[in-house]
């Protein structure tokens, strides 16, 4: 009888994945950025927003590439054009911020001494025609580019309360160069541990990396060129699908994702430098995780959180935040 149950639970199992398989496809290709970005103002929101942080992201660099970014902020220009050309009118707002970060951009490059005239005379052209501005000076005031802190302060501010600590958090790409010691990682696994999860199964699991393997862990993800070797402590946050059900079949991303920004608070709490990169890949990338760094095939991962300490002067991507205007929706 038994043997029959399970025979039963697996072919339930295999018509219930095939079905949610398509029913995931057609999402994705409904509503994934991927398709019909154009079509969607929101889409093509979301990927002009990815492209702007993208500007950010190399102006936090340790030590910025001379002339990098060339290409990337005339695609931004050309896709905001697009869109102010398309939907200028339904949220001219949204525009602000990745133009405020074309300006940080350029202010930088003009600084080093780079030749950033094409991008100079296609952004003035896009503020013109779609804005009726003349140079960057005109933009509106804003947070853009990065943000420039003292250590200390950043510290300081962690030990506050509740909301100095989540405002003084930011994603750092430049460490001292030196491994956590294990006692501070476990205070901060002791405080993560607290975190909720689906009928307190507390699925998580951690596996931390040091020195030379925690480069290669951060090499392997490869979103982090420029400042791979600053990374010389990183925890991967995986989530063991023995935990959960055939009915659950995403809830381990779910105890997996309010773990790890528990684990980052608390990281950040003891004074380190946190920033979280993604594990969000096709299978072919991920079995190389399995097979490269002996994680078992029964966790999924979640993320990877590079940490160490804070140099004495942090500097991070502004990376402006929407107002809850813009997220949230009250149902009454």
Not at 181 to 206: F, G, M, V, Y
Not at 244 to 249: K, M, N, V
Not at 273 to 296: A, E, M, N
Request: with cysteine; aromatic share 10%; charged share 25%.
């Amino acid at each position: 009888m038994s043997l029959f149950r399970n025979m039963r639970k697996r072919l339930e199992l295999q018509w219930q994945t095939r079905r949610e398989g398509r029913v995931f496809v057609r999402r994705l290709l409904r509503y994934g950025a991927s398709f019909g970005t154009e079509k969607d103002a929101a889409k093509l929101q979301y990927t002009l927003l990815r492209t702007a942080h993208t500007l950010e992201k190399g102006l936090s660099m340790p030590s910025p590439r001379k002339g990098f970014g060339k290409e990337k902020a005339l695609g931004l220009i050309e896709g905001l054009g697009r869109y102010a050309s398309l939907y200028g009118s339904s949220d001219p707002e949204f525009l602000t911020a990745p133009m405020q970060t074309l300006a940080a951009y350029l202010d930088y490059s003009e600084k080093e001494g780079t030749d950033v005239s094409a991008v100079k005379a296609a952004f003035e052209g896009l503020l013109e025609t779609y804005c009726g501005l003349t140079g960057r000076s005109s933009l509106p005031e804003g947070t853009a580019g990065t943000l420039t802190a003292d250590a200390g302060e950043i510290r300081a501010a962690a030990k506050g309360d509740f909301g100095s600590l989540l405002r003084s958090r930011h994603s750092i790409r430049s460490f001292a160069r030196e491994e956590v010691p294990d006692a501070t990682i476990l205070k901060a696994l002791e405080l993560a541990q607290r975190t909720p999860s689906a009928c307190n199964r507390q699925a998580w699991k951690t596996h931390v990396f040091k020195g030379d393997e925690s480069v290669r862990l951060i090499r392997w993800q490869g979103g982090c060129k420029g400042f791979e070797e600053e990374i010389r402590t990183a925890i991967l946050v995986t989530a063991d699908m023995r935990a959960f059900l055939s009915y659950e079949p995403h809830q381990a991303y779910v105890d997996g994702g309010l773990y790890a920004m528990n684990l980052i608070n608390a990281l950040h709490y003891l004074g380190l430098g946190t920033i979280p990169v993604s594990t969000g890949f096709k299978c072919r990338h991920l079995d190389k995780l399995y097979s490269g760094f002996g994680i078992p095939e029964n966790e999924v991962p979640i993320v990877i959180i590079g940490t160490g300490p804070l140099p004495e002067e942090v500097r991070f991507a502004a990376s402006q935040r929407k107002s809850t205007d813009a997220t949230n929706t009250f149902h009454r």
